[in-house]
């Protein structure tokens, strides 16, 4: 699974997680800019294949 991949896996289960991002990052290693940075980036990725 690439990087991109990873990380948008990992949207998707905060998502459905309940947890807010801060808390959601530390568990899983991931630094919260680098959350947020993907998760704008998902955007429009996510409503383009979902159109």
Do not use: D, R, V
Request: one cysteine or more; glycine letters at 2%.
């Amino acid at each position: 699974m690439s990087k991109k991949a990873e990380m948008y896996a990992h949207i998707a289960s905060w998502k459905t997680s309940g947890l807010q991002q801060k808390a959601y990052c530390p568990l899983h290693s991931i630094k919260l800019s680098t959350f947020h940075y993907c998760k704008q980036s998902a955007i429009p990725i996510y409503y383009a294949s979902n159109s």
